[in-house]
């Protein structure tokens, strides 16, 4: 229990995904059910019921929790968020290739989340670089073990494979017998994709 007992960062912004308590701080929560109906699940090009929704959705302070919770659950009819459905549509269709890291950070520090393939990838890729054990990966993304330990398989691969493509090879380290001024020749290197700030490996490694 200590890298659990031991952690004193704040808690995450993001939610999990049983925690519906945002909605109580919704401008639309105690609204009549039929003017939600009118307003939120408007018939299709009923441009005053949508300009009427966003006007109240661009004041409510839960905008963002809304419009999560559309995504997450799959949640395609309606105005979530602030915006339609058709405006949602673009956002449903790569949901599953979204990278927050926010999220992969929200993960390891025991939220419940719903991850998207890429982000579920990275949280394995830092969760074996740590040293986690397969049943710790289980718990950690409720997964089943023998799918955690294909993930870590995974993982264990790429890994392997990425320390393989980056290792520098033998004939572009400096001889013992080249000047100084040699040595100050920055070789060329490969840029990674996605550049990782300081202050993000910080963060995963405390939350791990």
Known sequence: MRHITTNDTPPPT??????????????????????????????????????????????????????????????????WGGLTEDERRPW??????????????????????????????????HAYVRGWSPERLAHALRLELDW??????????????????WEQPEETKPADDETAEDEDIASPVQVPRQAHTHSLIAALRKAA
Not at 41 to 47: L, N, S, T, V
Not at 103 to 108: D, G, L
């Open 148 to 165: 955690a330990r294909d993930l870590m398989r995974n993982a264990a691969h790429a890994v392997a494979d990425r320390d393989r493509y």
């Open 92 to 125: 449903h269709a790569k949901v599953n290739k979204r990278l927050d890291y926010s999220r992969v950070k929200a993960a390891f520090e025991g939220r419940d989340v719903h991850l998207s393939d890429a982000e579920r990838e990275a949280v394995t890729r």
């Open 14 to 79: 993001i939610r999990g995904i049983a925690d519906h308590s945002w909605q109580a701080r919704g401008l639309c929560h105690n609204m009549p059910p039929r003017d939600i109906d009118e307003l939120f699940f408007h018939a299709a090009r009923d441009r005053a019921a949508i300009d009427e929704a966003k006007s109240i959705c661009a004041r409510c302070p839960v905008k963002k929790a809304c419009f999560d919770y559309a995504l997450d659950n799959e949640i395609r009819h309606g105005m």
